[in-house]
């Protein structure tokens, strides 16, 4: 497929009925800013949450962004079904060969409507990464760019052991263009509590005057959307409801705790 491969128009009539199906059968998601702004052109750095993670950031996402996603899942039939197979459902998920192979067979026949509903950007391993980095600084320049940086190749965790710098080169070429640094945010999504966390800002500059090197950057940001990880799950942003469902849920693990002992 084409490198210059140019994010679909904002309305996208098979997504939309996607949405309309999300929104009334899948349990809201609110959105809580630690700073209580959302920006418009951001870099937001997000946990993947599994295969559900992008459809659902973009279901309940207020901004309006392009997402990086794996090439293959934007080409030919054959190449999203040998991904979805042999990446996300084996490496990934752990499946057997047989059961990936028998959802990969069905998925690959309509991923390419979500993708392209998701505004997905396509990412390399190779050098053609430098054609997404300059596309994405253009894009920069008009709306948001959502990226999922963690290294998922041992599989997905809530705490993520390891981020993969190429949203540095995204930053330092975004400011080498404009002469200023775009906002990074990095974003929590936990299934558990229906909540997405967005951090405040960060700059490259302000990295740069640490001292960090890109991987040094990579790493600080990992640590930030973990540390979102590790406020959410302390109940910091509970709603009543949620603080006495799960003060209900550790009242009977402790019980549980105490019976085996």
């Known amino acids: 497929m084409a490198i210059e491969y140019q994010p679909p128009r904002r309305k996208q009539p098979f997504y939309a009925v996607v949405k309309w199906v999300m929104r009334r059968f899948h349990k809201k998601i609110r959105t809580v800013s630690l700073d209580g702004k959302l920006d418009e052109q951001c ?56 059961k990936a192979a028998f959802k990969a067979f069905f998925e690959a026949f309509f991923s390419q409507f979500f993708y392209k509903g998701m505004k997905m950007l396509p990412t390399y391993t190779d050098a053609r990464l430098m054609k997404t980095v300059k596309k994405s600084v253009e894009i920069l320049n008009e ?37 200023k640094d775009i906002p990074v ?9 229906s909540l997405m966390v967005v951090d405040e800002p960060c700059y490259l500059q302000d990295f740069v005057q640490q001292g960090l090197d890109r991987e040094g950057i990579a790493e600080a940001m990992r640590l930030r959307v973990n540390a979102l990880y590790k406020r959410i799950i302390s109940g910091e942003f509970d709603t009543p409801r949620q603080k006495k469902k799960f003060a209900k849920k550790a009242k009977k693990a402790a019980k549980k705790a105490a019976k085996q002992k």
């Open 185 to 193: 945010r990095a974003v929590y999504y936990s299934k558990e509590r």
């Open 143 to 179: 709306s948001a760019v959502m990226i999922f940086p963690e290294d998922s190749n041992a599989g997905y965790f809530d705490e993520m052991m390891k981020f993969f710098p190429g949203f540095v080169l995204v930053m330092d070429a975004y400011f080498r263009k404009n002469k």
């Open 43 to 98: 870099l937001y750095l997000v946990n993947h949450a599994n295969k559900y993670g992008p459809v659902l950031y973009e279901t309940y996402f207020p901004v309006y962004n392009v997402k990086w996603g794996a090439a293959p899942m934007l080409g030919k039939y054959g190449e999203r079904r040998a991904y979805l197979r042999d990446v996300l459902y084996i490496q990934k998920n752990g499946y057997k060969h047989g």
